[in-house]
Nanobody, 121 residues
């Protein structure tokens, strides 16, 4: 099994910063990519940022310029540095990993339980 666990969420005032962390553990042969998604109440889950094994990154329009995703491949750690936070960033943030658990296995997505970020005005 593959387990993901997020940390670093909390309550912050608008304009502040948070750094989210995600650790991946379990039977992992290779992590193809990892990403951050968020889901606000009553809304669909959306991509925030994603990074591939080679270091290529993608950002949502809302996070671009304010958020930075990084990854420690050796330790299977994922980070999201969030600066200039806005109330609309309030959501549960989920860590996602696209993983192969064996050389012959196909890619599969795994999700953490989420960490809550609340940005007050």
């Amino acid at each position: 099994q593959v387990q993901l666990m997020e940390s670093g969420g909390g309550l912050v005032q608008a304009g502040g910063s948070l750094r989210l962390s995600c650790g991946a553990s379990g039977s992992i042969f290779r992590i193809n990519s990892m990403g951050w998604y968020r889901q606000a109440p009553g809304k669909q889950r959306e991509l925030v940022a994603r990074i591939t094994d080679g270091g290529s990154t993608n950002y949502s329009d809302s996070g671009k310029g304010r958020f930075t995703v990084s990854r420690d491949n050796a330790k299977n750690l994922l980070y999201l540095q969030m600066n200039s936070l806005k109330p609309e960033d309030t959501a549960v943030y989920y860590c996602q990993a696209n993983v192969v658990i064996a050389p012959s296995a196909r890619l599969h997505d795994y999700w953490g339980q989420g960490t809550r970020v609340t940005v007050s005005s």
